[in-house]
C-alpha cells in the first residue's frame, strides 16, 4: 500500500497516472506488447520526477505538466487504448476517466490541421472511439462513459467534425451492439450530449450543470423490447453516476466562461480535492468558479477567446443538429425497401432532434441561422418522413412537430401553415378508415397542445384570422367533432367498435382540452382570481411546463411578432375580410359570374380584367373546372379576363408540350368545344409572342394546341377503347405549319410526352364543391352543425414521397416566407375568443350533446360535461348570450329532471355541472340563471317527494293549525313500494309521466296511468339524486353573497321568473323559489345600497306581479313573505333623508291599490300595522309607505278595512306621532292626507269627525314648531296696504315650507266642506276656521293670500252664483245647504275682522264672496251673504276708509242690480208657458169669477216652468226687500261714516229697485199667470204689490230720515225734489189704479155724459193694499215747509184733484187730503 501511493510521484496528474500505468503493466503481456510495456515504465520514471506547475499551462492538454511531459505521460495509454486487449485497455479508461473527472486534462479535440502529426489528446481520444467498435461488451461500456466523462467534462471539449464522429460512433453501438445494455446506454448517451451542448449553447460555456436524461422518457416511441425495468434502472444509474457524480477541476482558464453559481462540484475523490492554489498575486479559489487574476494582455485575449468559444458552441450545436437532420432523412433502396437497421438509426435521429428541440434556449428562435436551419432542415425531415408508414417515426414527427409548435411557432409560420394539414388534419380529417395508431397519436398531439393555451390562441390568430392561411382551428374543431360523432351508419369503415369508441372518447378530450385552455388563457389575461382559477390552478402549471414557460419570451425577442393597441379590432377586420372572401369563392364555385360580380362589389378584387385574371390564378380555393368555366365564357369582360389570364404567363424558352401543360395546371378546360377554341387560340398568340421563331405562325400552334388536347383526352380516358398511335398523331398534324410538316421527331417527342404524363391540374387547384361551406350558414355558425349531421366522407389520398410534390411544398415555404402577410400576430385581448367561440360552440355544442345523449360510460359523461362547464365559462365571461344560453339549456335538458323516471347517473352528474356552473361562472351567467334553477327548483321538487313531504299546494288549502296537527311524514320511496296507493298519488303520477324541458307543470299534458315500470325507476332514481345534498343545493343560494352587483341582479331577477312559473302552476303551485327569494333578500340586505336598491325593484315589481295574482292562496302567502322580509329589513337602522325603507315597503302599496281581493288588502293592513307597531322605532322613510297603504285602506269599500286601519292610524298618531317627523319632516304631509282620506270614509260618520279631531291635533303639532321655524314677517308688523295684484303676482314654490306642511292640511279640510255629510261639512268648516284664527297668527301675507286663494275662498264654489235653473228647487240639504253656507260666510267674516290688519288687502275678495252670495237665485243663499255683508260692515265699519265705503257700496249695487235679470228671467219663461182661460168676457170682473181652470190641458212640463217661476218670483221679491232693509240699516248704523257720494250710492240702489218694483207690478199679464199658478199649486200669489208698496215706503222714509238728519246733506243732494217725485209716483199709481182711463185722457175726451162703473172687488183691493202708501206720501207732502210746499205745488196739485174725484175703499185717504187743503193750500191760496 506503502508502495502504490508513491507511484507516479508527488504531482496531481502523476497520482492517477501512476497506478493505472502499474496496473496496465501487471496485465499487459510482456512479449507481446514490449513497447508498451516500455513506455509504461519510461512515463512512470518521468512521473516520479514532475511536479505541479504553479501556474497552470492552458497550452498543454494537461495544464500542470508543461506539454511536452503531458505528451509523454498520455503515450502509455494511446498504446494501451490500440492494442486491442480488454485487460489493458480497461485501466487505461479507467485512468482517463480519472483524469477527466479531476479536470486534470484541459483542451479541445476537433480534427486536426495536420492528421499525420496529431497532438495527443486527439490521439487519445481516437483510441477511445475506436474502443467503441470492439466486439467485448464490458469494452464498450467503458468506451461509452469515457465519452459520456468527456462530454460531460467542464475542461474539455469536443468539437466540429470529431464531434460528429463521436455521435456516429455511439450511432454504430446503438445499431450493431449485441448488448441491449450498450444500445440503451448509447441511445441514452446521445441524448445526454443533445442536453449537454443545448445546455452550454443556452449557457454559452462548457461550464455548466445539467440534469440527467430519463431513460424511461427515451424509449417512449423505440425499444420497447429494451424497456425492461431492470435494465432501464442500470442504465439510469450509468447515466446518473457520470452526470451528478461532479468532477475535480483545476479551475476554468481564461477562455472559459462560467455561469455564475453554476459551478461543478469537486469529486469525491479525496485524493483529488485540491482546496487552494498558489499563484504569483495571491490566493484564488479555483474550485469556486472564479477567474485567476492576469495581465492586461491576458484578460483582453481571454475577451477575445470568449466570444470565440461562444461562436464555437453555437457552431457545434448547428452542425450537430445539421448531422442529425441528414441521419433522419435517409430512406431504404429499392433493393431493401425494408431496412429494419436504417430506420431504426433514422428513429433514433428524430428522437435526438425531438431532444434538442425540446432543449432549445430562445437563442434558436431569435438567430436567423439556427431557424433557417429549422426551416431547411428539420422541415424537409419532417415533410419527407410525414409519408411514411412507420409507427414510430410518425409518433416522433408528431411529437417533433408539437415542440416546434410550442417553442418555434413565431419564427415557423408558414411551414406550420403547411404541416399542420399534412401531419394533423390529413389523419384527423380520416374518419372512416384512418390508422388507428396514427389517429391516436394524432388525438394525443392535440390533447398536449391544449395544454398550452397560448398555442390555441395563436393558431386561430395566425392562421384562421389570415387570408393566405389555412383555417386550422376550424378544420381542428370540426375534425375532431366528426371523430366524436364517430362513423355515421351504414358506412365501410375499418375500425372496429372499440376503437371507435376510443377515437370519440380521445377527441372529447381534445374538444375540452380546446374550450378549457381558451377558458384559462382567458383568465390570464383578465385575472381571474376566482373559485374557477383556483379549481383549474393544475391545468394552468401544467400548460406552462409544456412550452408555455418560453412563450413569453419568445413574444419579446421575436422581431416579427405584432402587437398592437386594437388587436382584436385588427383580427376582426382580417376575419371579415376573410370570410367574405371565403364566401365569395364559395359562390364563383358554384356560379363563376355572380361570385366575380359578388368580390368586385365587395372590393375584394378590382374590376379591370387584369386584377380578376391574378385573382383567378393566385387565389387558392377556386375550384379549376369553374375557372376554365368562366375564362371559356363569350361575354366581353370574361374574354378580356381570359386574354389577361393568357398574357399573366410566361413560356419563354418552354417547348410546347412544358408550356401547354404549366398552363393547364391552373385551370381545367372546359367541356364545350367552342370554349377551348377560345382559350386555346389566345395560347397560341401568347406562345408564338413569347418564342418567336418556333412557328411560322400562331395558326400553327393553335392547331397543335388543339391536337395535344385531344390526345391527352384519347390516352387517359378509359373511356376510349380505341387509342391514338403515334403515327396517328403524326398524320393528323401534316402540314398544319403554314402548308409543312412539322419534324416527325418533334411530334413524336410531343406525343410520348403527353402520353407518359397525363397533362392535369395541380393538386390544390380541385377544390370540390362540396367542400365549399355555404357562407350565410358559415357565418350564423349553422354550417358547423349542418356538416356534421349529414356530412359525406371525402377520404384524402396517402400523401406521397414523390420529387414533385416535395418541390412544390418547398416553393410554398419560400413563397409564404416572403410574403410581408407572414407575421406572426401575438394577442392578449381577450375579445379574439369572440371570434373563436363564433367558429366552434356550435360544432362542440353537437359533439358535447349527441355524445352524451348516447353513451352512458363515466369518462366519457364526465369529459362531455366538463366541456359544457369550460364552454360556459368562456362564453359567459366574453358575454356571449346566445351561445352561453345553447349550453346550458342543453345541460339542463341532459339533467332529465323534467322526466325523473327516464333518469340515469349521467342526468344525475349533469345536476351536479349545473350547480358547479352556478357557483363557478354566477358572475356571468346573466339571463341563463333561469335555466339552472329551473333544475334546482325541479331538483328540490323531487327531493321532497323522495322524503314523502307534503306538496307545496298544502301550504295553501290547510290552515296552519290543522298542519300541526298532522301525522308525521312517511318517506315516499317506502310508499312507492306499496304501488296501489302510490298510483292514485297525482304527484306521483306527474312526476312519473313527466314531460318536457319547457313545460312548467310535469305530466300537465300528458294523459293515461303510469305503469309500474315508470314507478320502479322513478324509485331507483330518487335513489340517485341523493347523491346531491342540500348543502350543495344551498350553497348556490348562500353563494349569492359573493355575486357581484350585475350578477346579483340578473340572478333575482331569474329567480322571479322560476317563482311566477312555480306559483301559477295549474296543479300544484311552489313556493320553493319564493322561500329562496326570502334567503337571498335576508343575505345580500348588507350590499351597498345601490345595488340593494336594483335588487328591491326587480323584487318590488315580483311581489307586485304575484300579489295581484287570482290565486288568492299564492297571493296571501306572497304576501306573507314580504312581511317577514321586511321585518327583518326594518330591523336595521336607516339613515336620515335616504328613502330605501319607502321603497322597501312600496310593493304593500302597490298591491293594495291594485289587488281586487278584500282578504289581500285586508291581509296588507294588518302586515304593514304589524310592521309598524312592532318596529316603530326603526321606521324613517318607510313612513311614507305605511300612510299610502292606509290611504288607500281609508278608501276601501269594505268597512271592517276602513274600521282596521283607521284603528292602526288612530294609535299612531296618539302615541307615536314624534316618530314620524323623526328624520323626515315631509311624512308629516302624508299623515295628513291619509288622516283626509279617513273623512271621506262614507261607512262610519264617527271616523270621518275622529279624523277631522286628529287634523286639529296636527295642526297643533305643526304650529308648536317642531316641523318649521316660522319668522314673523314684516306683512304682520305693519299694516301697509298691499296692491290688489299681488293676489295674482304672487306664487309659490314647493320649497316654501308653509305651503308644503300648511297646506295640504288646510286644503284637506276645505274640501271636505263640500262633503254631504251635513256634520262633515260642520266639523270640517269649524275646525278649518279654528286652526286659522288660532295659528293664523304664525302666516305671513304672502301665505294668507295663498290661504284665502285656495283654501278658502274655493269652499263658496258650491253656491250657486248664477241664474236660477229648472232644477233650483231641487237645491236642498243634500249638497251644500245654507245652514252651512250660513256657517262658512260667519267664519270668513270673524276670520277676516280678526286679522284686517294684515288682510286688508283682501277686503274686495271678501266682499266679492259675500256680494256673490247676495247674487244667489236662492233667497237662502242671498240671505246668508246679505247677513255676511251687514256683519262685515258691522265690525269694520268704524274702520274702512272712504275708499273702502265706496268700493263696498259700488259692490252692493252691483250685486243688487244683478237681481234684476232674474226677473226676466221669470219672463221669458212665462212667456211660453199658455194658461188655458174658459171666457173671454170683457169685464174684468167677469174675468175672475167663480169658474175655474182647465188644469187638465196644461202639460206636465208647462206646469213645472210655471211653478218654477212662481217660486223665483216669490225669492225675487224677498231679496229686493232684504236688500232695501240692508241699506236703511247701514245707513242708520254708519251715517256719520258716510259721504254724500256713498248716500247717493244708497238712494241710487233705493230708487233703482222701487223702479223695478213698479215694473214688476205693472205687468199684469204676468201676474196674472203666476196668480193662477199659484191658485192651482195651493200656494199664496207672488206678493208683487206688497214689494212695490214695501219698496215706495221704504225709499219714502229712508229720504225723510235723510232730510231730517242732515239738512245741508239733503239739500246738497237734493233730497226734497227726490222726496216729490217719489210721492208724485205714488199718487199717480194710485190714480191708476182707481180710475179705467188716466186723467189725460178724460180732459182730451169729448164731453159726453157717462156712468161711472163701480170698482170690482180685485181693484178694490188693490186700492186698499196702497192706501197707506198714499196716505204717508200725502203726509210727507203735507209736512213741508210752505216755501218748499209752494215750490213743488205744480207737480201735485193735479193730482191732488184727482184723489178728490176717484174712489177710495178707505176714508182716511179723503181726511188727510182735506187736511192738506186747509192746512197747506188754502193759505197759499189766501194769500194770493
Known amino acids: 500500500m506503502a508502495c502504490s501511493q508513491t507511484i507516479g510521484g508527488l504531482s496531481r496528474p502523476g497520482r492517477v497516472l501512476g497506478p493505472s500505468l502499474d496496473k496496465i503493466i501487471k496485465n499487459v503481456a510482456w512479449r507481446k506488447h514490449s513497447n508498451l510495456v516500455q513506455a509504461c515504465k519510461s512515463a512512470i520514471d518521468k512521473l516520479q ?146 442536453v449537454i451542448m443545448c445546455a452550454r449553447m443556452e449557457a454559452d460555456s462548457v461550464s455548466v450543470k445539467v440534469k440527467p436524461v430519463s431513460v424511461s422518457d427515451i424509449l417512449e416511441f423505440s425499444d420497447k423490447s429494451l424497456s425492461e425495468s431492470s435494465l432501464v434502472q442500470f442504465v439510469q444509474n450509468f447515466i446518473n453516476g457520470v452526470i451528478e457524480g461532479g468532477e475535480g477541476c483545476l479551475g476554468p482558464p481564461p477562455s472559459l466562461n462560467v455561469v455564475e453559481g453554476q459551478g461543478l462540484s469537486p469529486t469525491k475523490h479525496e485524493s483529488a480535492k485540491i482546496d487552494v492554489v498558489e499563484v504569483n498575486e495571491g490566493e484564488k479559489k479555483w474550485g469556486n468558479g472564479k477567474m485567476s487574476e492576469f495581465g492586461e494582455g491576458d484578460l483582453a485575449n481571454g475577451n477575445e477567446t470568449e466570444d470565440m468559444e461562444g461562436s464555437k458552441i453555437r457552431e457545434d450545436v448547428f452542425l450537430l443538429f445539421k448531422t442529425l437532420c441528414k441521419f433522419s432523412m435517409k ?197 381571474i382570481t376566482d373559485v374557477y382559477q383556483s379549481k383549474n390552478s393544475d391545468v394552468d402549471s401544467s400548460g406552462v411546463e409544456n412550452g408555455a414557460e418560453g412563450t413569453p419570451s419568445d413574444l419579446e425577442l421575436h422581431s416579427e411578432t405584432v402587437s398592437e393597441t386594437s388587436e382584436a379590432a385588427t383580427l376582426e377586420q382580417r376575419r371579415a375580410y376573410k370570410l367574405e372572401l371565403q364566401k365569395g369563392i364559395s359562390l364563383f364555385n358554384r356560379k363563376p359570374s355572380k361570385g366575380i360580380e359578388f368580390l368586385m362589389n365587395s372590393k375584394k378584387i378590382g374590376r379591370s380584367p387584369e386584377e380578376v385574371a391574378l385573382f383567378l390564378k393566385n387565389t387558392a380555393g377556386l375550384n379549376g373546372t369553374m375557372i376554365g368555366d368562366y375564362l371559356g365564357e363569350r361575354e366581353d369582360f370574361s374574354l378580356k379576363v381570359m386574354h389577361a389570364y393568357v398574357d399573366t404567363s410566361n413560356f419563354e424558352g418552354m417547348n410546347f408540350g412544358e408550356a401547354i401543360r404549366f398552363f393547364l395546371q391552373g385551370f381545367r378546360l372546359p367541356g364545350e368545344a367552342q370554349k377551348i377554341d377560345r382559350i386555346m387560340e389566345k395560347f397560341a398568340e401568347r406562345y408564338c409572342k413569347c418564342n418567336p421563331n418556333s412557328f411560322t405562325s400562331a395558326d400553327t400552334a393553335y392547331v397543335l394546341a388543339y391536337s395535344v388536347i385531344m390526345l391527352n383526352t384519347d390516352a387517359h380516358n378509359n373511356m376510349v377503347k380505341n387509342k391514338m398511335s403515334k403515327a396517328d398523331f403524326i398524320r393528323n398534324n401534316r402540314g398544319i405549319d403554314d402548308g409543312k410538316d412539322l419534324p416527325e421527331e418533334y411530334l413524336g417527342s410531343l406525343y410520348d410526352n403527353i402520353v407518359k404524363n397525363e397533362i392535369k391540374m395541380n393538386a390544390d387547384t380541385v377544390a370540390p364543391q362540396n367542400k365549399q361551406a355555404n357562407s350565410v350558414n358559415k357565418l350564423l355558425g349553422l354550417d358547423s352543425i349542418l356538416n356534421l349531421v349529414t356530412w359525406k366522407q371525402v377520404e384524402e389520398k396517402p400523401l406521397g414521397t414523390s420529387d414533385t410534390l416535395l418541390r412544390h411544398i418547398q416553393e410554398q415555404f419560400k413563397a409564404k416566407a416572403g410574403k410581408s402577410e407572414c407575421v406572426y400576430y401575438a394577442v392578449t385581448d381577450v375579445a379574439i375568443l369572440r371570434f373563436m367561440v363564433e367558429v366552434c360552440w356550435a360544432p362542440m355544442m353537437v359533439a358535447f350533446s349527441v355524445t352524451l345523449d348516447q353513451s352512458d360510460d363515466k369518462i366519457v359523461t364526465f369529459q362531455c360535461l366538463q366541456g359544457f362547464r369550460h364552454a360556459v365559462h368562456v362564453t359567459a365571461v366574453m358575454s356571449m348570450q346566445t351561445q352561453r344560453d345553447a349550453f346550458v339549456t342543453s345541460v339542463a335538458k341532459f339533467t332529465y329532471l323534467h322526466c325523473a323516471a327516464d333518469m340515469k347517473q349521467k342526468n344525475v352528474d349533469a345536476v351536479k355541472a349545473i350547480i358547479s356552473i352556478a357557483i363557478e361562472d354566477g358572475n356571468y351567467l346573466q339571463e341563463a340563471w333561469e335555466h339552472i334553477l329551473t333544475c334546482l327548483s325541479r331538483f328540490e ?243 311614507k309607505s305605511v300612510f299610502m297603504v292606509f290611504t288607500t285602506a281609508a278608501a276601501d269599500e269594505r268597512k271592517n278595512i276602513v274600521q282596521l286601519a283607521f284603528e292602526t292610524i288612530e294609535k299612531i298618531v296618539r302615541e307615536y306621532f314624534p316618530y314620524i317627523t323623526e328624520t323626515e319632516t315631509t311624512t308629516f304631509t302624508d299623515c295628513v292626507k291619509c288622516l283626509i282620506t279617513f273623512t271621506n270614509s262614507r261607512f262610519n260618520s264617527d271616523v270621518s269627525l275622529n279624523a277631522i279631531a286628529f287634523l286639529r291635533f296636527c295642526a297643533v303639532k305643526l304650529a308648536e314648531g317642531g316641523l318649521i321655524c316660522y319668522e314673523k314677517s314684516k306683512d304682520l308688523d305693519s299694516p301697509t296696504s298691499v296692491n290688489g295684484d299681488l293676489l295674482d303676482k304672487h306664487k309659490f314654490t314647493e320649497k316654501d315650507e308653509y305651503v308644503y306642511y300648511w297646506v295640504p292640511l288646510l286644503t284637506g279640510l276645505s274640501k271636505l266642506t263640500s262633503d254631504p255629510r251635513s256634520a262633515i261639512r260642520k266639523s270640517a268648516l269649524e275646525v278649518l276656521f279654528d286652526i286659522l284664527r288660532d295659528h293664523g297668527h304664525l302666516f305671513s301675507l304672502a301665505f294668507w293670500i295663498r290661504i284665502f286663494r285656495s283654501i278658502v275662498f274655493p269652499i263658496f264654489n258650491n253656491v250657486p252664483l248664477h241664474r236660477a235653473t229648472a232644477q233650483m228647487n231641487e237645491l236642498n240639504e243634500d249638497s251644500w245647504s245654507s245652514e252651512t253656507c250660513a256657517v262658512a260666510a260667519q267664519l270668513l267674516v270673524d276670520l277676516f275682522v280678526k286679522f284686517f290688519i294684515v288682510l286688508r288687502s283682501l277686503l274686495p275678495n271678501i266682499v266679492a264672496i259675500v256680494t256673490s252670495l247676495m247674487k244667489s237665485p236662492h233667497q237662502r243663499f242671498a240671505s246668508v251673504g246679505i247677513a255676511a255683508f251687514v256683519r262685515l260692515a258691522s265690525n269694520l265699519g268704524s274702520s274702512f276708509s272712504e275708499k273702502d265705503w265706496e268700493s263696498i257700496l ?279
Open 49 to 194: 520526477t514532475l511536479e505541479d506547475l504553479q501556474n497552470p499551462n492552458y497550452s498543454s492538454c494537461i495544464p500542470l505538466f508543461s506539454p511536452s511531459d503531458a505528451g509523454a505521460v498520455l503515450e502509455p495509454l494511446i498504446l494501451a487504448l490500440e492494442s486491442g486487449s480488454v485487460k489493458i485497455i480497461e485501466p487505461a479508461l479507467e485512468c482517463l476517466q480519472k483524469l477527466i473527472s479531476n479536470g486534470l486534462i484541459y483542451g479541445e479535440v476537433e480534427k486536426p490541421d495536420n492528421e499525420e502529426n496529431p497532438p495527443a489528446i486527439f490521439r487519445v481520444l481516437d483510441s477511445v472511439c475506436k474502443c467503441l467498435a470492439s466486439a467485448d461488451e464490458a469494452l464498450e461500456l467503458g468506451s461509452l462513459k469515457t465519452i459520456l466523462i468527456l462530454v460531460r467534462s467542464g475542461s474539455f471539449s469536443i468539437r466540429g467534425d470529431f464531434l460528429v464522429r463521436v455521435v456516429k460512433n455511439c450511432y454504430n453501438v446503438y445499431l450493431g451492439s449485441t448488448s441491449g445494455v450498450n444500445q440503451l446506454c448509447a441511445k441514452a448517451l446521445l441524448a445526454q450530449i443533445m
Open 331 to 527: 430512406f431504404s433502396t429499392q433493393d431493401n425497401p425494408e431496412d429494419h437497421l436504417l430506420i431504426r438509426g433514422k428513429v433514433l435521429s428524430l428522437e435526438l432532434l425531438k431532444v434538442m428541440i425540446d432543449n432549445a434556449c430562445p437563442y434558436w428562435r431569435t438567430d436567423e441561422r439556427f431557424l433557417n436551419g429549422i426551416k431547411q432542415f428539420l422541415c424537409l425531415s419532417l415533410l419527407k418522413n410525414s409519408a411514411l408508414s412507420v409507427m414510430s417515426v410518425f409518433q416522433l414527427l408528431c411529437s417533433i412537430f408539437a415542440s416546434l409548435l410550442s417553442r418555434f411557432r413565431l419564427g415557423l409560420k408558414a411551414e406550420i401553415g403547411i404541416f399542420f394539414p399534412i401531419l394533423v388534419l390529413r389523419i384527423l380529417e380520416n374518419v372512416l378508415q384512418p390508422s388507428f395508431l396514427q389517429k391516436m397519436r394524432v388525438l394525443k398531439l392535440l390533447e398536449k397542445m391544449c395544454e398550452d393555451p397560448q398555442i390555441i390562441i395563436d393558431i386561430f390568430v395566425n392562421y384562421d384570422c389570415d387570408v393566405e392561411s389555412p383555417n386550422i382551428f376550424e378544420r381542428i374543431v370540426n375534425g375532431l367533432v366528426k371523430t366524436a360523432l364517430g362513423v355515421p351508419p351504414g358506412s365501410a369503415t375499418t375500425l372496429t367498435p372499440a376503437q371507435d369508441i376510443a377515437f370519440r372518447i380521445e377527441s372529447i378530450k381534445c374538444l375540452v382540452g380546446i374550450i378549457e385552455g381558451m377558458g384559462t388563457w382567458m383568465d390570464h389575461q383578465l385575472r
Open 941 to 1183: 321538487h323531487l327531493q321532497l317527494l323522495g322524503e314523502g313531504a307534503p306538496p307545496d299546494a298544502s301550504f295553501f288549502a290547510v290552515p296552519q293549525t290543522e298542519v300541526e296537527e298532522k301525522p308525521p311524514k312517511s318517506p315516499m320511496l317506502q310508499l312507492l313500494k306499496k304501488k296501489g296507493p302510490v298510483l292514485q298519488n297525482p304527484s306521483v303520477v306527474a312526476v312519473a309521466r313527466g314531460g318536457s324541458y319547457d313545460s312548467t307543470a310535469l305530466g300537465l299534458n300528458a294523459s293515461g296511468m303510469v305503469t309500474p315500470e315508470q314507478i320502479n325507476n322513478l324509485m331507483s332514481n330518487l335513489n340517485l339524486l341523493e347523491q346531491i345534498g342540500t348543502f350543495e343545493l344551498n350553497h348556490i343560494f348562500a353563494h349569492s353573497q359573493r355575486l357581484n352587483s350585475e350578477a346579483i341582479v340578473a340572478f333575482v331577477k331569474a329567480l322571479c321568473k322560476v317563482s311566477i312559473a312555480e306559483l301559477q302552476s295549474p296543479t300544484e303551485p311552489r313556493v320553493f323559489s319564493l322561500t329562496k327569494i326570502v334567503e337571498i333578500a335576508h343575505y345580500n340586505m348588507n350590499r351597498i345600497r345601490l345595488v340593494w336598491n336594483r335588487i328591491w325593484n326587480v323584487l318590488s315589481d315580483f311581489f307586485v306581479a304575484v300579489g295581484c295574482s287570482e290565486n288568492l292562496s299564492v297571493a296571501i302567502f306572497v304576501m306573507d313573505s314580504l312581511r317577514q322580509l321586511s321585518m327583518k329589513f326594518l330591523e336595521r337602522e336607516e339613515l336620515a333623508n335616504y328613502n330605501f325603507q319607502n321603497e322597501f315597503l312600496r310593493p304593500f302599496v302597490t298591491v293594495m291599490q291594485k289587488s281586487g281581493s278584500a282578504e289581500i288588502r285586508e291581509l296588507i293592513v294588518r302586515c304593514v300595522s304589524q310592521m309598524v307597531l312592532v318596529r316603530v322605532n326603526n321606521v324613517k322613510s318607510g313612513w
Open 1450 to 1728: 259700488m259692490s252692493f249695487k252691483e250685486s243688487a242690480a244683478s237681481t234684476i235679470p232674474e226677473y226676466l228671467q221669470v219672463v221669458k219663461c212665462m212667456s211660453v208657458v199658455e194658461i188655458p182661460d174658459t171666457s173671454e168676457a170683457n169685464s174684468e170682473n167677469e174675468l175672475f169669477s167663480d169658474q175655474g181652470l182647465t188644469w187638465d190641458l196644461v202639460e206636465d212640463e208647462s206646469l213645472r216652468l210655471a211653478a218654477n217661476a212662481v217660486a223665483k218670483m216669490k225669492a225675487h221679491v224677498s231679496v229686493q226687500l232684504l236688500v232695501v232693509q240692508v241699506i236703511t240699516e247701514l245707513y242708520k248704523a254708519h251715517r256719520q261714516h258716510l259721504s254724500a257720494a256713498n248716500i247717493l250710492i244708497f238712494l241710487e240702489v233705493l230708487s233703482s229697485i222701487a223702479t223695478h218694483a213698479h215694473e214688476v207690478n205693472s205687468n199684469v199679464t204676468l201676474n196674472r199667470k203666476l196668480q193662477k199658478v199659484a191658485s192651482y199649486l195651493e200656494e199664496s200669489d207672488p206678493p208683487v204689490l206688497h214689494f212695490e208698496n214695501e219698496l215706495h215706503q221704504n225709499y219714502l222714509n229712508f229720504l225723510q230720515l235723510l232730510l231730517t238728519d242732515n239738512p245741508s246733506l239733503s239739500q246738497e243732494i237734493g233730497v226734497e225734489s227726490r222726496l216729490v217725485s217719489v210721492c208724485v209716483k205714488i199718487l199717480e199709481q194710485y190714480l191708476n189704479c182707481a180710475d179705467s182711463k188716466s186723467k189725460r185722457e178724460l180732459q182730451n175726451s169729448q164731453k159726453v155724459l157717462y156712468w161711472l162703473v163701480p170698482l170690482g172687488s180685485s181693484k178694490k183691493e188693490e186700492l186698499a193694499a196702497r192706501t197707506p202708501l198714499v196716505v204717508i206720501s200725502l203726509k210727507v207732502l203735507s209736512n213741508f215747509e210752505r216755501e218748499s210746499f209752494t215750490k213743488y205745488l205744480s207737480l201735485f196739485f193735479p193730482l191732488l184733484v184727482d184723489l178728490i174725484r176717484c174712489e177710495h175703499s178707505s176714508g182716511e185717504v179723503q181726511r188727510i187730503l182735506s187736511d192738506i187743503f186747509q192746512s197747506s193750500i188754502g193759505p197759499i191760496l189766501m194769500h194770493l
